[in-house]
Each structure stands twice: as structure tokens, then as C-alpha cells.
T-cell receptor
Framework: DAGVIQSPRHEVTEMGQEVTLRCKPI?????LFWYRQTMMRGLELLIY????????DSGMPEDRFSAKMPNASFSTLKIQPSEPRDSAVYFC??????????FGDGTRLSIL | DAKTTQPPSMDCAEGRAANLPCNHS???????VYWYRQIHSQGPQYIIH???NNETNEMASLIITEDRKSSTLILPHATLRDTAVYYC????????????FGTGTRLTIIP
């Protein structure tokens, strides 16, 4: 079975550029989560959706970050404009009902 | 969600049982204990969860004390592939779906 698929796996870009991270959740899952992992702050939740609707975006750092889920099989996390402090590994996870979350392998983002 | 405390690191010999402790002394009656692990360069992987009874699956066993203030994750026969950071997380099932990851325990399996 296909797990959570994230793209790209690696992204290197210059500060000020727009960055778009993509996630395809596991088919049939009704929750989707975006996390960020850094050495300083560890693994922290940015936002999560239920049935394509954002439920908790309290972890989104600032207005430069936005997340969308236009349908049940696709979500994006966008950073505009990007800054060096946004460099991190970004994980997407999905789940169904009360089952545990399943994570993708992440996107390693470097902002120069 | 209640806070958890884990040792920062542990070693275990290959083939032996790895016992990873977690303290959650402020846990509420409706909070579950979850364990995830993160192998280098991969996303976190779910291992097991429980409320108050001991649980076992194909990956591990979870032992929760009677007062629920602490728990132990047991990997019965550790292999080199079990080297990872292990996270103990407490949350209410059916409440906010947020998982709060602490710093975890870095488990190193020694050949």
C-alpha cells in the first residue's frame, strides 16, 4: 500500500523565493497534518485538516506560511517569501478516524 | 495534554530486550499513551498505544503502571534497525488531534 507521499524530497532555494511543498495522503484518510522539524525546536505541528477543512492552524509561524487542501488527495504548504530560518524538514501525516497518524518521509528544505 | 519525561539516550545490546521508560505523572484519566519512533532521515513511525491495560503488537509491548503515571516500551529482541529516537506522547483520543513530540530517547543498538 502506498504511504503518505511528499514532494519534493529536497528543495534548495534562495531567500525571498516562493516555496511549495506537496503532500498526497493515504487514500481514505480524513485527517492531514503538516509538521516541521528543526534541531532547535524539534518536531512541531503547524496545521491539520479534517475532511479538507483546516481545524487547528495555531502552529503556523506567521503570515508567510499558508496551507491548502483543495481535495481529499492533495495538500500544499506554501512559504512566501521564504527566509533562511524556514530551513527545516517538513513532514506530512494522515490518518483516519481514531487510528494513529502515518507520516511521509519529509521534504528537506534549505533556504540560502 | 500531559507532559512526558524520557531519558535522553540509552544503549542496548543487539538481541536483548530494550526497555524504554516514560514518566507522565500528570496524565488524566482519558489520556492515552502513544509511542512513535523516528529512524534517521525518515518520518516518525507509530509503534503502539494504550490507556491502562498492557498492550502488545508485532513491534513491541507497552507496560503501563497501575497508577498510570509511567510506562515502559519493550522491544523484545532488539536489532540494529531499532536504532532510532523513541517518543512517548500522551493525548486524549477524540480531542484535539495534535501530537506533541518532546525530545524523546535516542536508542542505540550495539552489535
Amino acid at each position: 500500500d502506498a504511504g503518505v507521499i511528499q514532494s519534493p524530497r529536497h528543495e534548495v532555494t534562495e531567500m525571498g523565493q516562493e516555496v511549495t511543498l506537496r503532500c498526497k495522503p493515504i487514500s481514505g484518510h480524513d485527517y492531514l497534518f503538516w509538521y516541521r522539524q528543526t534541531m532547535m525546536r524539534g518536531l512541531e505541528l503547524l496545521i491539520y485538516f479534517n475532511n479538507n477543512v483546516p481545524i487547528d492552524d495555531s502552529g503556523m509561524p506567521e503570515d508567510r506560511f499558508s496551507a491548502k487542501m483543495p481535495n481529499a488527495s492533495f495538500s500544499t504548504l506554501k512559504i512566501q517569501p521564504s527566509e533562511p530560518r524556514d530551513s527545516a524538514v517538513y513532514f506530512c501525516a494522515s490518518k483516519v478516524g481514531n487510528q494513529p497518524q502515518h507520516f511521509g518521509d519529509g521534504t528537506r528544505l534549505s533556504i540560502l | 495534554d500531559a507532559k512526558t519525561t524520557q531519558p535522553p539516550s540509552m544503549d542496548c545490546a543487539e538481541g536483548r530486550a530494550a526497555n524504554l521508560p516514560c514518566n507522565h505523572s500528570t496524565i488524566s484519566g482519558n489520556e492515552y499513551v502513544y509511542w512513535y519512533r523516528q529512524i534517521h532521515s525518515q518520518g516518525p513511525q507509530y509503534i503502539i498505544h494504550g490507556l491502562k491495560n498492557n498492550e502488545t503488537n508485532e513491534m513491541a509491548s507497552l507496560i503501563i503502571t497501575e497508577d498510570r503515571k509511567s510506562s515502559t516500551l519493550i522491544l523484545p529482541h532488539a536489532t540494529l534497525r531499532d536504532t532510532a529516537v523513541y517518543y512517548c506522547i500522551v493525548r486524549v483520543v477524540g480531542g484535539n488531534e495534535k501530537l506533541t513530540f518532546g525530545t524523546g530517547t535516542r536508542l542505540t543498538i550495539i552489535p
